[in-house]
């Protein structure tokens, strides 16, 4: 048994070892990866009652030169520990913006918006309102197509603070849209306190609509909640009809998900 023992801690030394290892090694190369040009963003269509995309929402792709696409979910937790992700987010608002142009000159496409994910750790940086403010500047994108998507734990800290710059921010013409809805505070006080446009309810919440009846009724909630207080509904993680129809039933008719569209490379859409 002592042996075994032994054994299983030196098995778990290597192992912690060697994820430590790994994390290092994917914390370097990230660092190179704007420098590199290994980043790209991926759309995914936002579609209206007629399944008309009236928008995208831009997702950050890492395409590392060994591994392959790795995934925001892998790589946004590790930038925002080690602050990267404030200059990886200028990047993702840039890009962003540069393709509203690029839209803009296209009367088929002049009137897409596009949706950009913020990271707590971007959005309190203190020079967040001037820098989102220079980029609509450098780029000429029209702030009135550009959606910004918080989400709500950033909201719930600092709420003074957080309102004010969303206030400041709104003054150009630019939307806010609160992304991951329920998945985290159970306070609601702030959804009348804060400048919102939209409220996006979590792909968790869709997933269960039809085999969850307390999940279904959550969904009617929130749906109700959005309206009432003058807010667009959008529901994420849509991949079935029937939750299509569900949704349209309850009064949602902004979608995105898998039913309608995959997130693409912009030359793919
Ligand atoms: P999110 O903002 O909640 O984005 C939605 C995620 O759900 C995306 O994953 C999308 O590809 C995926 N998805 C969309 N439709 C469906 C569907 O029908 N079914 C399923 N199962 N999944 C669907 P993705 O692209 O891997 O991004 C993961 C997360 O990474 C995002 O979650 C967001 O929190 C973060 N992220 C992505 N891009 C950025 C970025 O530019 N900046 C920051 N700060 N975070 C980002
Ligand atoms: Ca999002
Ligand atoms: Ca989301
Ligand atoms: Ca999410």
């Not at 937790?77 to 840039?94: K, S």
């Not at 000429?140 to 910004?148: E, I, M, V």
């Not at 806010?176 to 968790?204: E, H, M, N, R, V």
Request: with cysteine.
């Amino acid at each position: 048994a002592k042996e075994a023992g032994r054994n299983t801690l030196r098995f778990f030394d290597t192992e912690m070892q060697l994820r430590l290892q790994n994390r290092a090694r994917l914390e370097a190369d990230l660092r190179k990866a704007l420098p590199n040009n290994e980043l790209v963003l991926y759309y995914q269509a936002q579609v209206n009652a007629a399944g008309i995309p009236t928008g995208y929402e831009a997702l950050l792709r890492w395409i590392h030169p060994v591994r392959g696409m790795v995934s925001p979910g892998e790589f946004i937790p590790l930038a925002e520990e080690n602050r990267l992700i404030i200059e990886i987010g200028a990047w993702v608002l840039e890009t962003a913006c540069h393709q509203l142009v690029v839209w803009a000159d296209n009367p088929a496409t002049a009137k897409l918006t596009v949706a950009v994910n913020i990271s707590p750790v971007q959005f309190h940086e203190p020079d967040f309102v001037e820098r989102v403010m220079q980029i609509l500047e450098r780029t000429g994108a029209s702030p009135q197509r550009l959606k910004l998507e918080l989400t709500e734990g950033l909201l719930v800290e600092a709420q003074q603070q957080a309102r004010e710059k969303m206030l400041r921010l709104k003054q150009t013409g630019l939307s806010f849209s609160l992304d991951d809805f329920g998945t985290g505070y159970s306070s609601l006080a702030y959804l009348t306190q804060l400048p919102l446009d939209q409220l996006k309810i979590d792909q968790y919440f869709v997933r269960h609509l039809l085999d969850d009846l307390a999940n279904a009724v959550i969904v009617e909630s929130t749906i109700g909640l959005a309206h009432s207080l003058g807010l667009e509904v959008i529901a994420e993680g849509v991949e079935t009809e029937a939750q299509r129809v569900w949704l349209t039933e309850h009064h949602c008719h902004v979608f995105q998900g898998y039913l309608f569209a995959r997130p693409l490379p912009v030359e793919a859409l």
